[in-house]
C-alpha cells in the first residue's frame, strides 16, 4: 500500500496567491490547505499569524466538515490571545464576520425539514456566536428560550 499523507508546504507568496483566488478552490482543496497551515503552524513550519489570514477568506462556506477544521484552527489561534485583550477583541471580530453569512442563512427558527448539513452548522455557528459575545444572539436566545427550548434529533 502506497498510499499516505504528506503536508504541502506553501511559499508566502504561494500561500497569498491562494488566498487571492480562494473563491476558486473546491472543498477537496479547501481541506487540504485547511490541515496543511495548521499542522505545519504547529510544527513551527509557518507563522501562526497566517492562520488568522485563512479563516478569513471562510466568508460564506455552507459545509459542516469545513466548519469543524475552522473551529479547531480558531481554538489553536486562541490559545496564543490574552483573554479580555485588543487581540482577542480583533478574534471575535474575524470570527463574527466569517459566521455571518452562515448564520444569516440559517437563521434562529429551526425548518421542520432541516437538513443533517444545516443541523451540524447551526451548532457550529452558534457556538461561535458565543464565543463573539454577541449581544443580539444572546438577546435572541432568551427572548426565544421557552419557543426553542426543545430540538428535534436527526433520524437517517
Known sequence: DLSGHYLIKLSDQEFSNKL????????????????????L?????VSSAS??????????????LIWDLLTTIIADIR?????????????KR?????????YQRIGFDIPENE?????????????LLNFT????????????YNINVSYKAYEP
Open 133 to 144: 459575545d454577541d449581544p443580539d444572539f444572546y438577546k435572541l436566545i432568551f427572548s426565544n
Open 115 to 127: 437538513s443533517y448539513q444545516d443541523i451540524r452548522l447551526r451548532s457550529t455557528i452558534y457556538a
Open 94 to 102: 474575524i470570527v463574527r464576520k466569517m459566521i455571518d453569512k452562515p
Open 41 to 45: 503552524a504547529k510544527a513551527n513550519q
Open 79 to 91: 490559545r496564543f490571545v490574552v483573554p479580555d485583550s485588543q487581540d482577542e477583541k480583533n478574534l
Open 20 to 39: 487571492k483566488a480562494f473563491d476558486q478552490l473546491n472543498k477537496e482543496q479547501k481541506l487540504r490547505i485547511l490541515i496543511d497551515r495548521r499542522l
Open 51 to 64: 492562520l488568522v489570514d485563512l479563516i478569513k477568506a471562510f466568508n460564506d462556506e455552507p459545509d459542516p
